[in-house]
């Protein structure tokens, strides 16, 4: 059964920044395309960078040139280092392996982001 353990979340000022991990266990990490998701209160939950087994990468546009997606796959784990945070990144963040931008193993706990004004 495939294990996602989200951490790194905090309280950060806007313009601050966080790095995300997520280490995955339960399956052969070097094969899956991984992804960052995210959750904002009342909201659905929203795909946000994804990076594939190659290491190529893309990224919704509210978080283009301000957040990296990244892998380590000798530790089998995912990254998400955030920079010049906003409000409006707020949320619980999720990593899942994706096929296409779809989720395909069933969700961690997430982490919470919270950046204040």
């Known amino acids: 059964q495939v294990q996602l353990v989200e951490s790194g979340g905090g309280l950060v000022q806007a313009g601050g920044s966080l790095r995300l991990s997520c280490a995955v266990s339960g399956t052969i990490f070097t094969n899956d395309a991984m992804g960052w998701y995210r959750q904002a209160p009342g909201k659905q939950r929203e795909w946000v960078a994804r990076?594939?087994?190659?290491?190529?990468?893309n990224y919704a546009n509210s978080v283009k040139g301000r957040f990296t997606i990244s892998r380590d796959n000798a530790k089998n784990t995912v990254y998400l280092q955030m920079n010049s945070l906003k409000p409006d990144d707020t949320a619980v963040y999720y990593c899942?392996?994706?096929?296409?931008?779809?989720?395909?193993?069933?969700w961690g706990k997430g982490t919470l982001v919270t950046v204040s004004s």
């Open positions: 990076i594939t087994a190659g290491g190529s990468t």
């Open positions: 899942n392996g994706v096929v296409a931008l779809v989720p395909v193993y069933d």
